[in-house]
Structures are given as structure tokens and as C-alpha cells.
Nanobody
């Protein structure tokens, strides 16, 4: 598996939006879908949203429900995370990765993209 490349981070004011992009790699055997994860300062990396390879129901962590939308463009094999109504607590490095049915990601990580929300 090749590390994924994330983009689209930046600095926004609270209440603003960011749209993250991830150039998805070929599906790794045994994985369930593509997900977005984030790691805030002093916290562990955690999943934010996931979209199954099968096209089934998407997953959202409580932190992003109602504000974040994950989607995939099959034509260019890109996964997006639209983040609206951003809060300072959303400040983190955002990563995309494939994950297994238990929401556990693979061990291959890209560099991520920094998203900073100013109060």
C-alpha cells in the first residue's frame, strides 16, 4: 500500500468550512473502506468519518455528525471530507487511510493536512 496524499487544510475562522481531498490508493486486501482520521495536539489519532468500498452507509464519529460529509469520486478515485460549522476543537492534522471493518486503520499513513480553526 502506498501512503495516501491529503490536501485542502488551512486556517479558517470558527463557523467556516474546509474541504479536504485524498488521492485514494488501490484497495488493500481485507479493508472495509476509506476513512478520515484526525489527531489534535496532545490527543490520539481517531477516526472522523468512513465510507465503505461497497458504497453502503457512511460512518461519522459523534464529533462530526451533522457537520462533516465524506464522499468518494469514483472517476478520479478521490475521497473528500466536507467540514462545515468548524469549531476550534476541530483543529488537528487530518489524515486519510483505509480501514478494516472494526474502524481500525492500516499502518500506512501519509503526512496529513493541517486544519486550524481560529476562535
Amino acid at each position: 500500500q502506498v501512503p495516501l496524499v491529503e490536501s485542502g487544510g488551512g486556517l479558517v475562522q470558527a463557523g467556516g468550512s474546509l474541504r479536504l481531498s485524498c488521492a485514494a490508493s488501490r484497495r488493500t486486501f481485507g479493508t472495509y473502506g476509506m476513512g478520515w482520521f484526525r489527531q489534535a495536539p496532545g490527543k490520539e489519532r481517531a477516526i472522523v468519518a468512513g465510507i465503505p468500498w461497497s458504497g453502503g452507509s457512511t460512518y461519522y464519529a459523534d464529533s462530526g455528525k451533522g457537520r462533516f460529509t465524506i464522499s468518494r469520486d469514483h472517476t478520479n478515485n478521490t475521497v473528500y471530507l466536507q467540514m462545515n460549522s468548524l469549531e476550534p476543537e476541530d483543529t488537528a492534522v487530518y489524515y486519510c487511510n483505509q480501514y478494516y471493518s472494526t474502524l481500525i486503520p492500516t499502518s500506512i499513513w501519509g503526512k496529513g493536512t493541517q486544519g486550524t480553526v481560529a476562535a
